[in-house]
């Protein structure tokens, strides 16, 4: 069920729509609805019981326990002050408005390859909900943990900012797939298996994780006879609509939520394209949480 438009928004695109503008602010927000799908905002920021984006959902890592912000258009509790540029920085930059850097527990790393206009777009469509005056909830963390300024340390060793940029040796569908996965969907950081501070090990990306979210192992996702070499695309697609493998089994945890809310709201040939991204992926053996 999608959430209603709140009183200010419809005001606001009614003076839109006596300028013309209609039109163009409405089809913003859709875009923007599909797009949070897509990044899986509903996800984490609605916590289990609560309030749509009013945060408070728990992300248990070995570094503590996250506790999601509220992302709806609260003034004091939320991001209702926000400009689009502190939208864009936070997103691409993991930089908040008061300069503050995130923790990557928040997907920044992949964020930053969403285009602006869809960036923009997303937020369009978080003005748009219902605002909730909830506060948020701080992390409990391990004492190491509970200090940002290492993290600009951490982002010169591990993050890298920019777009995504389609290959020119791939065709659309593929490169469609790329973006979803890669961008928004951000896949990959449930997907594989961390160092000992808390960054994706780049030769291991979508092999899975022995010590996933929620302390959880993820399953691997490349196409090798220990992931998922043998499903179709057709298969997959289908996973991420319904939930159910070609075993017959269904997804559980996160994974559930993820579907729920995310891919299954996806049109089929954004699944396809997903699918396409995902078993053109080079084979790796299932992480097992030991160094190579």
């Known amino acids: 069920m999608r959430p209603p438009l709140s009183t200010a928004r419809l005001l606001a695109v009614g003076v839109l729509c006596l300028m013309g503008q209609c039109a163009v602010a409405q089809d913003t927000v859709e875009l923007g ?7 899986l905002c509903g996800v984490c920021h609605t916590a289990e ?11 248990h890592t070995p ?5 999601t912000p509220n992302i709806t258009p ?3 509790h939320g991001i209702g002050r926000w400009k689009d540029g502190d939208f864009l920085r936070a997103l691409r930059e993991g930089v908040s408005p008061g300069g503050d850097h995130y923790y990557p527990a928040f ?19 978080l003005d748009s909900v219902d605002p909730v005056p909830q506060p948020n909830r701080p992390h409990d963390l391990v004492w190491y943990a509970d200090f940002r300024w ?15 940029v389609p290959q020119a040796d791939r065709d659309a569908q593929w490169n469609r797939g790329a973006y979803l996965a890669q961008a928004a969907g951000h896949c990959a950081e449930c997907h594989s298996p961390r160092n000992l501070l808390g960054a994706l090990r780049r030769d291991r990306l979508y092999a899975g994780a022995a010590d996933g979210p929620e302390g959880e192992s993820t399953p691997n996702i490349t196409p090798d ?3 998922i070499g043998d499903w179709t695309p057709s298969m997959l697609g289908f996973y991420l609509e319904t939930g159910m493998t070609p075993e017959g089994d269904f997804a559980g945890s996160l994974m559930a939520d993820v579907i729920d809310q995310g891919t299954s709201k996806l049109t089929p040939e954004d699944r396809s394209a997903i699918a396409t991204y995902i078993l053109a992926l080079p084979p790796l053996p299932a992480d097992t949480g030991k160094s190579d």
């Open 107 to 125: 997907p920044y790393t992949a964020y930053t390859r969403l285009r602006r206009e869809d960036v923009l777009a997303i937020k369009a469509y």
């Open 49 to 59: 019981g609560g309030k749509f984006l009013a945060g408070g959902r728990p992300l």
């Open 150 to 164: 290492p993290l600009g340390l951490w982002k010169w060793l591990y993050f890298e900012p920019g777009e995504f």
């Open 225 to 227: 006879k220990s992931g």
């Open 33 to 39: 609805r599909y797009l949070f799908h897509a990044a």
């Open 74 to 76: 609260d003034p004091d």
């Open 63 to 67: 570094f503590g326990t996250f506790y």
